[in-house]
């Protein structure tokens, strides 16, 4: 077989087990039932239907049995086999048979909780490859030689298919009839045959070819070739590859048969039966040994079932319990009573163990001769491979030996804890201890003792105990204190301390115990405490109190004093506070009622600017508009200013596209910049976030004032805005924006004050530029309101930098990044936007009590082609709109007899649906949200600007495009 092709050998290293439904284990221990890997999808069959649909359903599901069933009754299974045999090989024709002529009856079934060892050897003993798995007697499913053979490969085997082959090789020509090879296969009783051409390996016929190329197709199989239906090419290994591998091959490819060949030479067939055999000679091999190992083992083993009853002892259990014979223990419950010390302890164990988990205990048993014996246990359950428990096995050591060993130095071990925990007792107190016995001996004393009296330890090794109370006598001011103690019975004790006068001006306290040794007083017990300290502090504290006394009457007199200042302090800091919201009332409302005449003067006034006038009047009606902007801007920093001082300013930290931010800022203020001839750029100098949380208009607001000044206070040169990621607080994110710019610079003594109310460097800003000195004021209170900070560096006529700095709120490293490439988009308007179509003019209905700001609404609207009617209150709009059609509403919020909340309201409550705009001269932080909440569509706020106006206007009705852009 020299040129056999090297290509058509399989690449073994790729090969791999597919994956299962159920996780198998096995060991030489524990089998698996044949539930576990059974084949739970059966497909059944009439015993009338043709031959040729039963092969087209095996072919087309792939699989190799049908399970024959009539009226709810198992008949017979239908293999490829049967196929074989009975029907090609047969002499009818096969495409005229039913499956009740061919199939395999009786029917071999087996109980689905039968172990797997039972089963495979069930089918080797009556030569079959499959076997239908019956639970309470109802169809369960199928348990075939793949179905052993994959669960078995899960146990090491490392034989060669050399060792397991089958040598003897049927091989036949390629060119015979499929008739002739099933004749062949049949005679032999043969699974398959080689295909031989030109004296090469040419492929495989086996049962399946036959039942799907053949039967299924129902094609005649005396007319046809071998070559037409085998399979091809042939799926070989080498004989040294492993069995294991050999196997996972075969179920990769779904085959039950590999061709064994080396350097194009046949040398035999490897099967999923020589498979199956292999391992169970293997798994038997290793169970022997595994029971050998038991029966030898000097350790004392047992296993028990569910019910904690005995169901395996080995010999060294018998003979550490003088057993004679296994039935005093196998099968009865463990242990016993007749071998326990202690009965109850029996049921203690059996409790822990029906438990389930690991169980270690110490136990007091007896022999069968009544000898004591002492053993630990080790105990853990036996799980199937379902995870269920079914028994416990553990194992006993023998500790009698080391017992009472154990016992003795256990209590050798407590005498001599006691005595260190006594000696660090009394080298542990403050107190000095000194033991005498009955002979007036010194037993013991404390080195606090021997500080105390200022005494060596030289002295007390040789000094009997009157000896040595002489010593201390001899340092006492009041030694017969002292002496009278000692005159009594070592048996009595002292009720109170005795005081001791030290000539070292030091003072004691002494008590006295006996020492009591089994009942009998057998010496003393003296304790000295050294109370100098204690004596001294209390003469000190008596002298305290008596100069506190006298100092007593002073702190009431102070105390009175205080409590009436304090409550003058208290009556004008409430009267300070009230002043305070009173001014910033006050200064709300002066707000509100300005705005409602800046309307007129603003809105007019713009319009005059798009007039085609005289040059003098062009420049006056510009100086009107100018002085009007300006006007503008002071109330709305007095506005923000009296927000702040009357705490109505809050903030809403939300998610922010930062690069929306920065395109906002650079189409608002590079215009402005290029008005002056200034460079202006936003630089991205490190990699941003895309996203960030904080409250944009806030930040958009502080962005815009450190802008508008640099811009306003340069005259040639840059404003650049350098936008960076900076760490600190325990690397939390900030976000960086340093405004710098190249004009007129602040000197060191303004610099202090620049943060300051109503602060400008000088008069002459003032003059020159003009402003409240609110703005940095109010960006600094702002960036505080984000938990940020607002710092500024400058030099005079070169130029400043206001660095502000908030935190991000996000972790950089998990937000997409900022592309400074990348133009952001337009943003989108966050309140509802409803666009109208109509072909007729369209109809806006005004309500406004000002007659100037009815005068300009009224040429705006007609100037933009729409037809207005005005009403001068809300209730005037509610009839009104009752009785004619509106495309619009403008509906000012501060009316008479009904405002704008109430009117829009009742409108909404009246089913009017078009959209309503609130026009006002409120600007509190809320009056827009007030204004969605009563029903409005949208809000623009007094005085109305020109462009503000159509581009609020045009989203709900159409606006010439020329009018919006001009």
Same mark, same amino acid.
């Given at each position: 077989m020299s040129g056999f092709e090297s290509n058509s050998h399989p690449v073994l290293a790729d090969s791999h087990m597919r994956s299962q439904e159920h996780h198998l284990l096995l060991s030489s221990k524990q089998w698996l039932q044949v539930r576990d890997i059974m084949t739970e999808r059966v497909r059944t069959i009439e015993p009338d239907t043709s031959v040729v649909s039963a092969a087209k359903v095996m072919a087309d599901n792939i699989i190799s049995c049908l399970v024959v069933k009539e009226n709810h009754t198992l008949l017979g299974i239908l293999t490829e086999t049967d196929l074989l045999k009975r029907a090609v090989n047969g002499t009818g024709d096969f495409r005229k048979m039913t499956v009740r002529q061919i199939m395999s009856q009786p029917l071999q079934t087996v109980e689905s909780h039968m172990s797997a060892l039972q089963a495979s050897r069930l089918m080797e003993e009556e030569g079959i490859r499959r076997l239908v798995v019956l639970n309470e007697g109802e169809l369960a499913g199928i348990v075939t030689q793949t179905d052993m053979v994959r669960a078995l490969t899960t146990y090491n085997m490392w034989k060669n298919v050399s060792d397991i082959m089958s040598s003897q090789v049927a091989v036949i020509a390629a060119s015979v009839n499929v008739k002739q090879g099933a004749e062949v296969m049949a005679r032999q009783n043969l699974s398959c045959i080689v295909a031989m051409e030109n004296d090469e390996a040419s492929g495989v016929f086996t049962e399946r070819d036959l039942l799907k190329r053949v039967i299924a197709m129902k094609r005649n199989p005396a007319r046809t070739s071998l070559r037409e239906v085998m399979s091809k090419p042939i799926v070989s290994v080498p004989p040294n590859c492993s069995v294991i591998t050999a196997s996972q091959l075969m179920d990769k490819r779904k085959i039950r048969r590999l061709v064994v060949?080396?350097?194009?030479?046949?040398?035999?067939?490897?099967?999923?039966?020589?498979?199956?055999?292999?391992?169970?000679?293997?798994?038997?091999?290793?169970?022997?040994?595994?029971?050998?190992?038991?029966?030898?083992?000097?350790?004392?083993?047992?296993?028990?079932?569910?019910?904690?009853?005995?169901?395996?002892?080995?010999?060294?259990?018998?003979?550490?319990?003088?057993?004679?014979?296994?039935?005093?223990?196998?099968?009865?419950?463990?242990?016993?009573?007749?071998?326990?010390?202690?009965?109850?302890d029996r049921n203690l164990l059996i409790d822990d163990l029906l438990k389930g988990g690991p169980t270690i205990k110490e136990l007091a048993l007896r022999s069968a001769s009544g000898k004591d014996l002492y053993v630990t246990l080790f105990a853990v359950c036996m799980r199937s491979v379902r995870g269920e428990i079914v028994g416990y096995q553990g194992v006993l050591y023998d500790v009698t030996a080391k017992k009472e060993l154990a016992t003795l130095r256990r209590m050798e071990q407590q005498i001599r804890d006691s005595e260190d925990l006594l000696r660090a007792t009394l080298e542990s107190t403050a107190d000095g201890i000194l033991v005498t016995d009955d002979k007036h001996l010194i037993s013991h004393c404390n080195q606090r003792f021997l500080e105390i009296w200022e005494l060596s330890e030289e002295l007390i090794?040789?000094?009997?105990?009157?000896?040595?109370?002489?010593?201390? *006598?001899?340092?006492? /001011?009041?030694? =017969?204190?002292?002496?009278?103690? %000692?005159? +009594?019975?070592?048996?009595? #004790?002292?009720?109170?301390?005795?005081?001791?006068? *030290?000539?070292?001006? /030091?003072?004691? =306290?002494?008590?006295?115990?006996? %020492?009591? +040794?089994?009942?009998?007083? #057998?010496?003393?017990?003296?304790?000295?405490?050294?109370?100098?300290?204690h004596r001294k502090t209390q003469d000190a504290l008596e002298q305290a109190r008596r100069e506190s006394m006298e100092a007593y009457k002073t702190i009431e007199q102070a105390n009175q004093q205080l409590a009436e200042a304090a409550e003058r302090a208290k009556l004008l800091a409430h009267q300070a506070m009230t002043a305070n919201r009173a001014k910033s009332e006050f200064l709300a409302n002066m707000s509100h009622e300005i705005r409602t005449p800046m309307n007129a003067i603003v809105g007019f006034s713009e319009l005059l600017e798009r007039e085609d006038l005289e040059p003098e009047h062009k420049k006056f009606a510009n100086t009107i508009a100018q002085s009007g902007r300006n006007l503008l801007q002071l109330i709305d920093d007095i506005l923000d200013f009296s927000k702040i001082e009357a705490g109505k300013l809050t903030t809403e930290i939300i998610e922010t596209d930062l690069g929306q931010l920065l395109e906002g800022m650079d189409s608002l203020l590079r215009p402005k910049a290029h008005e002056k001839g200034l460079q202006f750029e936003i630089l991205q100098c490190d990699e941003l976030p895309k996203l960030i949380e904080t409250d944009p208009t806030r930040l958009r607001q502080c962005l815009i004032n450190l802008l508008s000044n640099a811009i306003k206070f340069t005259d040639t040169g840059h404003v650049y805005v350098n936008v960076s990621m900076e760490y600190r607080d325990r690397n939390r994110a900030f976000i960086r924006f340093d405004v710098e710019d190249t004009g007129i610079g602040i000197g060191p003594e303004q610099q202090e004050t620049i943060f300051d109310v109503f602060s400008q460097a000088d008069s002459s800003t003032t003059r020159k530029f003009g402003g409240t000195g609110l703005g940095?004021?109010?960006?600094?209170?702002?960036?505080?309101?984000?938990?940020?900070?607002?710092?500024?560096?400058?030099?005079?006529?070169?130029?400043?930098?206001?660095?502000?700095?908030?935190?991000?709120?996000?972790?950089?490293?998990?937000?997409?990044?900022?592309?400074?490439?990348?133009?952001?988009?337009?943003?989108?308007?966050?309140?509802?936007?409803?666009?109208?179509?109509?072909?007729?003019?369209?109809?806006?209905?005004?309500?406004?009590?000002?007659?100037?700001?009815?005068?300009?609404?009224?040429?705006?609207?007609?100037?933009?082609?729409?037809?207005?009617?005005?009403?001068?209150?809300?209730?005037?709009?509610?009839?009104?709109?009752?009785?004619?059609?509106?495309?619009?509403?403008?509906?000012?919020?501060?009316?008479?007899?009904?405002?704008?909340?109430?009117?829009?309201?009742?409108?909404?409550?009246?089913?009017?649906?078009?959209?309503?705009?609130?026009?006002?001269?409120?600007?509190?932080?809320?009056?827009?949200?007030?204004?969605?909440?009563?029903?409005?569509?949208?809000?623009?706020?007094?005085?109305?600007?020109?462009?503000?106006?159509?581009?609020?206007?045009?989203?709900?009705?159409?606006?010439?495009?020329?009018?919006?852009?001009?």
């Open positions: 060949m080396e350097d194009g030479v046949l040398h035999g067939l490897i099967t999923q039966t020589d498979v199956l055999r292999a391992m169970k000679d293997k798994l038997a091999a290793e169970q022997k040994k595994h029971r050998k190992l038991l029966e030898e083992s000097s350790n004392h083993v047992f296993t028990l079932d569910l019910e904690a009853n005995t169901r395996y002892i080995n010999p060294a259990f018998r003979e550490l319990f003088e057993l004679k014979i296994d039935d005093e223990f196998v099968g009865q419950p463990f242990l016993p009573d007749s071998y326990w010390q202690n009965h109850q090794s040789y000094e009997r105990a009157k000896s040595l109370f002489d010593v201390l *006598l001899n340092r006492l /001011k009041n030694p =017969e204190a002292l002496r009278k103690l %000692l005159r +009594r019975s070592i048996s009595e #004790s002292s009720n109170q301390p005795t005081v001791l006068h *030290l000539t070292s001006d /030091k003072i004691l =306290e002494l008590w006295i115990r006996p %020492l009591m +040794r089994g009942g009998q007083p #057998s010496g003393r017990v003296c304790n000295f405490r050294d109370i100098t300290i940095l004021a109010i960006t600094r209170q702002l960036a505080e309101l984000l938990g940020g900070t607002l710092t500024m560096s400058s030099q005079m006529n070169r130029g400043s930098v206001f660095s502000l700095i908030i935190p991000a709120n996000v972790k950089p490293d998990e937000q997409p990044s900022l592309d400074k490439y990348e133009q952001a988009n337009e943003i989108q308007d966050e309140l509802p936007v409803e666009i109208h179509e109509t072909g007729s003019k369209i109809r806006v209905l005004v309500a406004e009590d000002n007659p100037a700001n009815q005068m300009l609404i009224d040429l705006l609207l007609r100037r933009a082609g729409l037809e207005s009617i005005l009403v001068g209150d809300g209730q005037e709009a509610v009839e009104k709109a009752a009785s004619e059609d509106f495309d619009l509403i403008l509906m000012d919020i501060q009316m008479p007899r009904m405002n704008g909340y109430e009117a829009t309201r009742e409108l909404r409550r009246n089913g009017f649906e078009k959209p309503i705009i609130a026009v006002t001269a409120h600007a509190m932080v809320g009056d827009a949200e007030k204004c969605l909440e009563a029903g409005c569509n949208n809000y623009i706020s007094k005085p109305v600007k020109r462009d503000v106006f159509y581009t609020i206007l045009a989203k709900y009705v159409n606006l010439p495009k020329a009018l919006i852009e001009e």
